[in-house]
């Protein structure tokens, strides 16, 4: 099935007349590749979409959840995690308060790992956790912090990557049970976070396009990866703009491990260790 | 030159093939190549590496939204799907595995199809999956140029059999003949 680009558009300006929601910045093969999925899944024609958006707010707010890409893992991508854990977080040591925002952060396994990490490194209870998504279903997953096993092992080699090992130092194991954080349950099929870690961060839905800053707080470290790659150039420089505003000074923004900081805001940055310090 | 770019795909059973090519593609090559591979989630930095030490042209692993250049390889990182965004741009994206494959071949010939029309040239190559059989179609679809292993040469033949089964490429070739299709680019 193809897809016009004019049949793109008109989607999209429908969706930003009758909501707060607005995907003009938003990459155009991605969001291409969405809607197809959206009218395949629906058995919907691009009319009948429209007529349906219009006609329904609460088959526009389903439609608005699909269309974004919500895979996560836990401790995806393990080597930025050691940098975090040895090269970044260690910075971080001496604040009384480490104020974390996890912007787009799905149904919440990049959180999970991140409390995990502070635990290990003794700066949990010290820490101030954020979490927004735009997707309000992702949140309420993230809340409930259970996944299912059968298809998510791979958390626990990765769990084992970051924990456990040290990447640095091969003489160095720890042996910190998974039982700790969560419950490994092989008859129900799944992964249940312990509750200490489901009443820690304070979980919000917000657009990053269209929102504020929620919290009242300026934040030392903003996650914020496979986020801005559904993003186009400008729609990612507000966004940088945004990060930027809402940053102390020395704080420090992680990007996924493919994604940069092309144009002007690059120059407020400093990379080291695969992520970007505010000078 | 007849191409604007060469899209390769490939996955078990396919690994020979592609150093080859890699090893023979012209230095003075003016178009890209975006190789999109199926491998192992862990097996990471080694194998950008190797490909880059192999190749006769500077290889990466692209950046959400890099800059498209000619004579560059540019390798789909693991764990993400690579699409030509237009013909300045690639974008990666994280959206579910398709036919069990992240990258997918399939969203990347066809990205690239779409960009590229019938000044894009495609290569399927050995493997043990359906996937590169959608990528194939939407090539030919938007009148590009198709060329899939024959699969009496593939180490494993599902990949190359799905896409002569369900599509009709251009031509079947052995690896010898694509390497020498290749090497004329
Ligand atoms: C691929 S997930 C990334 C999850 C996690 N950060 C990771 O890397 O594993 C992308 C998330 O971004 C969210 N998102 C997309 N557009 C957004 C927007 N405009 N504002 C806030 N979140 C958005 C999606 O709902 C989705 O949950």
Known sequence: ?279 | MKHDALVIGGSAGSFRAIIHLLEILAIDLSIPVFLCLHRLKQARKGFEETLANIASLPLMEPFDKEKIKPGIIYLAPANYHMLIENKRTIALSTEDPIQYSRPSIDICFASAAEIYKQRLLAILLSGANQDGTGGIAAVNRHGGYTLVQDPTDCEITTMCESAIKLTIPNQILTIPEIIEFVSLL
Not at chain 1, 8 to 14: C, L, M, Y
Not at chain 1, 24 to 41: F, G
Not at chain 1, 49 to 54: A, G, N, Q, R
Not at chain 1, 223 to 240: A, D, G, S, W
Request: charged share 25%; glycine share 2%; with cysteine.
């Open chain 1, 1 to 279: 099935m193809e897809l016009e680009n004019q049949e793109i558009q008109t989607f999209v300006n429908t969706v930003r007349s009758l909501s707060d929601y607005d995907f003009t910045e938003y990459s155009d093969k991605s969001l291409k590749r969405r809607l197809m999925k959206i009218l395949h899944d629906y058995h919907l024609t691009t009319e009948s979409l429209l007529i349906k958006i219009s006609e329904n707010p609460e088959f526009l707010e389903r439609i608005v959840k699909d269309i974004t890409v919500n895979t996560t893992e836990l401790f995806r991508d393990p080597a930025i995690w050691h940098s975090l854990r040895y090269d970044i977080l260690p910075d971080f040591e001496d604040l009384s308060t480490l104020n974390i925002w996890h912007a787009g952060c799905s149904t919440g396994q990049e959180v999970f790992s991140m409390m995990i990490l502070l635990n290990e490194m003794g700066l949990l209870e010290r820490s101030d956790i954020y979490a927004t998504d735009i997707n309000s279903d992702v949140l309420e997953a993230a809340r409930k912090g259970v996944y299912r096993y059968r298809f998510n092992v791979g958390y626990l080699n990765n769990f084992d990557a970051v924990i456990k090992e040290n990447p640095r130092d091969h003489n160095i194991y720890h042996n910190v049970p998974y039982s700790k954080y969560f419950v490994v349950d092989k008859v129900r099929d799944n992964i249940r976070m312990k509750d200490y870690l489901l009443n820690k961060p304070v979980y919000e839905k917000m657009d990053l396009v269209t929102d504020h800053n929620p919290f009242d707080r300026v934040f030392d470290l903003v996650i914020c990866r496979n986020v801005i790659i559904y993003f186009n150039y400008e729609l990612q420089n507000k966004v940088f703009k945004l990060f930027l505003d809402n940053m102390n000074q020395g704080s420090v923004l992680v990007l996924g491990v493919h994604e940069t900081i092309l144009g002007p805001y690059a120059a407020y940055f400093k990379k080291k260790f695969q992520a970007y310090y505010k000078k």
